[in-house]
């Protein structure tokens, strides 16, 4: 190959790289809507571990998205992972105009009752108290709110962000998040499908 044709070669594999790192993070199409694949949070790169959805009755409530630093199919595995992470949520209620968040008050407050040891619970119990006064101050969510639930332990912890806007003080503790977290993946779960669905497995 002459030297021109080798300068070529290389300059056009560049090219070719650099158009494929200025691509953006794939999409995963999930209930209609599109989720990316990864994400930058707090320093680093999250990727999606996966989507459920929460459905009372025959009606939907919200599409939910777990990101982590590793995909893990275990919630151990989940619990265990240092750094941030993120549950987000995207509120999709069909007929009505809106929910109270109280609704998210007694299913967070139950679901860390029903997967925490009373040790846990003591432990997180004002913690609790601290997340729930937060989300309750927001009031109410219509179709097409946006909660993220992220843990930046740089940042002082678990912050919770309704369209954009911070609500409450960082939560202290990856104890906390991970109590959080098992609402939605511990064994005594309030929808099968939803824990499956975030932990990357067929519902």
């Known amino acids: 190959m002459s030297s021109f044709l080798r300068r070529r070669t290389v300059a056009l594999a560049m090219a070719a790289a650099a158009t494929v790192a200025a691509l953006p993070a794939q999409a995963v199409r999930y209930e209609g809507q599109d989720f990316p694949d990864s994400l930058s949070l707090g320093g680093s790169t999250l ?3 996966g989507t459920g959805k929460r459905q009372v009755a025959i009606y939907p409530l919200y599409l939910a998205a777990l990101y ?3 995909k893990a199919g275990a ?24 929910v109270s ?3 998210f008050v007694k299913a967070i407050t139950k679901g ?7 040790a ?6 004002e ?11 927001v009031g109410r969510v219509k179709k097409g709110d946006l909660l993220h639930i992220d843990y930046l332990p740089a940042q002082g912890g678990t912050i919770l962000t309704v369209n954009g806007k911070v609500w409450g003080q960082p939560i202290e503790g990856q104890d906390f998040y991970t109590a959080f977290l098992k609402v939605f993946l511990g064994d005594n779960n309030s929808d099968a499908r939803l824990r499956a669905g975030l932990l990357g497995q067929p519902g």
Do not use: H, W
Not at 80 to 89: A, F, H, I, V, Y
Not at 120 to 125: C, L, M, P, S, T
Not at 127 to 137: G, L, P, S, W
């Open 75 to 98: 919630p151990d595995a989940i619990y265990s992972q240092t750094g941030p992470k993120r549950l987000e949520m995207r509120i999709v209620i069909p007929l009505v105009k809106d």
């Open 68 to 70: 982590l630093p590793q």
């Open 112 to 118: 860390v009752n029903r997967n925490s040891t009373e």
């Open 47 to 49: 990727t999606l571990n």
């Open 127 to 137: 913690r609790v108290k601290q997340f729930n006064a937060a989300i309750a101050e």
């Open 120 to 125: 846990e619970k003591a432990a997180v119990a």
């Open 101 to 103: 968040t109280q609704e």
